[in-house]
C-alpha cells in the first residue's frame, strides 16, 4: 500500500497534467458544406420568398453572412479545385481551353503536386473526410484518399453523367413539370467509397440524406480529436431528386424540396455539434461552387437580382450566397468585404497552426479577423474572373472591368471581346446594367494594368482537364 505523502503526490501530479492538457489551445474544427450550382438567390437567408431555410437562417443569424464572396470558377470542375488548393485553377492545369470540366473518360484529375487543404491539416493530426460529389479526377490516383482525405463516400462527377439513351429529355421536362424528377436508372453513376464502387446507378433519391447521415457518422466517431469534413452535396445540379421526407413538401417545386432537405441536413450536423459540446469549437461554412443553371427554368436556381448564372463571369455566375458560423467565436453580422473560396485554405492553416505552402503562389488570404469581428478593410483587394483559360473580369474594390463577357452555360449572350472593356460599379449597380466605361477613364486604365499584372504573374501548368481514357 502507498504511503498518505506517495498518493497525495500522485494526486497532484495527475491534477497537473490535466491542467496542462485543457490549457492548451484546442485545434479547431472545420465543416464546409459545399452545394453544386446552387444561386445567389437560392436562400431564405439572401431573401429567396418560397423556400424555406431556417438552418441556413439561424447560420446566418447566429453568424456571419458574407454578401461578395466568389468561387475561382463558375462551373464545378475548377471551382472545386480553388477551394481544396487555394488557387486559382488556371494556375494548376484545372481549367481548360478545350473542355470545361472533367468526364467519365478523362483521364485526367488534381495533380499530385497540389497540396489540399485535407492534406495541410494531416500534417496536425486532424481526421479529414470527403463526402459527396468529387469530380477531381475519378481515376484511383485523383480519388480524395489520395489527396489528404482518409475516407471518400460519394460520386466521382456530376449526377447528370454516365446518362442513359432511351428517356425522356430531362430538360424538356423540366419545362413542363416543376415537380419532375428522371427515373434512376437515367444516369449510372455510381458511388464509390474510398476506392471501390459500392452502387450503380447511386439511388440519387436518398443521396442527400445519405451524404449528412456519412458526415455525422463520422463527426461521431472522430470528435475527439480536431476533424475536416469537406460534404460537397451533388445537389441542386440538375436532375433533381429529394427524399421522401422532402419531395412535394415546400412552395417552390422539386427544386425547393432539395434546398430544403440540405437546409435539414446542415440543422442535423448543427444539432450533433451541440449534442457533442463541440460547437464553440468547429467552424462551419455553407457555400456552393457556382451559380445557378439557368436553362432549366424552374429546375435551375436563381441568381437572384445577380446577372446571369452558371458558365458566366458576370456576377450570377460566381458570387455565391455564403455563411459562417461559430457560436460564441464569430461576430455576427452581415460581412460586405470580399472573400473567396480560396481563402479558407489560408484560415483554416492559421486557425489550426499550419503553415500554408510558400512554395507556390495562393490566390487566398487568412479572413479569420473579419470573421472574428475586426472593423477593417479586407486584405483582398482583387477577384479575378477566368473562362477556359482566359482573364474575363477582374473586381478591385466596388469597381469591375470586364474585357470578354459570355452569358450563362448553355443560354445567354454569346462571347463578345470588347475593343473597350466594359466597367460597372458592382455596389451601386450590383446587377451589372449600367456600363459606366465612358465616365471613368481613369478607372478603366488602371484596372487594365491590374489585369495585365496579374496575367504576367501566372505560370501555368499542362492542362489536366483536356485527357482521355483510350478506347480499347
Ligand atoms: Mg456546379
Known amino acids: 500500500m502507498r504511503s498518505f505523502p506517495d498518493s497525495l503526490f500522485a494526486i497532484v501530479l495527475a491534477l497537473l497534467s490535466v491542467m496542462t492538457v485543457s490549457a492548451q489551445p484546442q485545434s479547431p474544427n472545420f465543416v464546409v458544406v459545399f452545394c453544386d450550382d446552387l444561386g445567389y438567390g437560392d436562400l431564405g437567408a ?51 481551353a478545350k473542355r470545361r470540366v472533367l468526364f467519365p473518360d478523362s483521364s485526367g ?42 475516407s471518400y463516400w460519394g460520386i466521382p462527377y456530376s449526377n447528370d453523367m454516365d446518362a442513359q439513351r432511351g428517356f425522356p429529355n430531362y430538360r424538356r421536362k423540366a419545362e413542363e413539370d416543376p415537380h419532375y424528377f428522371a427515373p434512376v436508372e437515367q444516369y449510372q453513376v455510381p458511388i464509390i467509397h474510398n476506392t471501390t464502387i459500392v452502387e450503380r446507378p447511386a439511388n440519387q433519391h436518398t443521396l442527400t440524406q445519405r451524404y449528412t447521415d456519412k458526415a455525422i457518422e463520422f463527426i461521431q466517431r472522430h470528435h475527439e480529436q480536431p476533424f475536416f469534413v469537406y460534404l460537397a452535396h451533388s445537389l441542386p445540379h440538375i436532375p433533381l431528386y429529394a427524399g421522401k421526407n422532402h419531395l412535394g413538401k415546400s412552395r417552390r417545386g422539386i427544386f425547393g424540396d432539395v434546398i430544403e432537405e440540405i437546409d435539414a441536413g446542415v440543422g442535423q450536423i448543427m444539432e450533433i455539434l451541440e449534442d457533442l459540446e463541440i460547437d464553440d469549437n468547429t467552424l462551419v461554412v455553407f457555400t456552393s461552387d457556382n451559380g445557378p443553371w439557368l436553362p432549366f427554368r424552374t429546375h435551375g436556381g436563381s441568381a437572384g437580382l445577380l446577372r446571369e448564372g452558371k458558365g458566366s463571369t458576370f456576377e450570377g455566375g460566381m458570387r455565391e450566397p455564403t455563411l459562417f458560423w461559430w457560436p460564441g467565436k464569430i461576430k455576427p453580422g452581415v460581412q460586405m468585404e470580399m472573400g473567396t473560396t480560396m481563402d479558407l485554405l489560408p484560415t483554416f492553416c492559421a486557425l489550426a497552426g499550419v503553415a500554408a505552402p510558400n512554395d507556390r ?35 478591385e474594390g466596388p469597381w469591375k472591368l470586364h474585357f470578354i463577357t459570355e452569358g450563362c452555360y448553355g443560354l445567354g449572350p454569346k462571347r463578345t471581346v470588347h475593343e473597350t472593356p466594359e466597367l460597372y460599379h458592382l455596389e451601386h449597380d450590383p446587377s451589372e446594367k ?12 488602371r484596372l487594365i494594368k491590374s489585369a495585365e499584372h496579374h496575367k504576367a504573374g501566372i505560370n501555368k501548368m499542362e492542362d489536366q482537364l483536356a485527357g482521355r481514357i483510350p478506347t480499347p
Open 109 to 150: 484529375g488534381l495533380p499530385k503536386s497540389e497540396k489540399t487543404i485535407a492534406e495541410l491539416l494531416k500534417t496536425k493530426g486532424y481526421a479529414t473526410a470527403a463526402v459527396g460529389k468529387w469530380h477531381l479526377g475519378h481515376l484511383e490516383a485523383h480519388l480524395p484518399v489520395n489527396h489528404g482525405f482518409d
Open 46 to 96: 439572401f431573401g429567396n420568398p418560397s423556400i424555406r431555410t431556417p438552418n441556413l437562417d439561424r447560420m446566418a443569424h447566429e453568424g456571419q453572412r458574407w454578401t461578395s464572396f466568389y468561387v475561382g470558377a463558375s462551373v464545378c470542375t475548377p471551382s472545386r479545385a480553388a477551394l481544396l488548393t487555394g488557387r486559382l485553377p488556371i494556375r494548376n492545369g484545372m481549367m481548360s
Open 361 to 395: 503562389t495562393l490566390d487566398g488570404y487568412d479572413i479569420s479577423s473579419l470573421l472574428f469581428g475586426a472593423r477593417e478593410q479586407g486584405k483582398r483587394k482583387h477577384v479575378f474572373y477566368w473562362r477556359s483559360e482566359e482573364l474575363y473580369a477582374l473586381r
Open 434 to 445: 449600367y456600363n459606366v466605361a465612358h465616365l471613368h477613364p481613369d478607372v478603366v486604365t
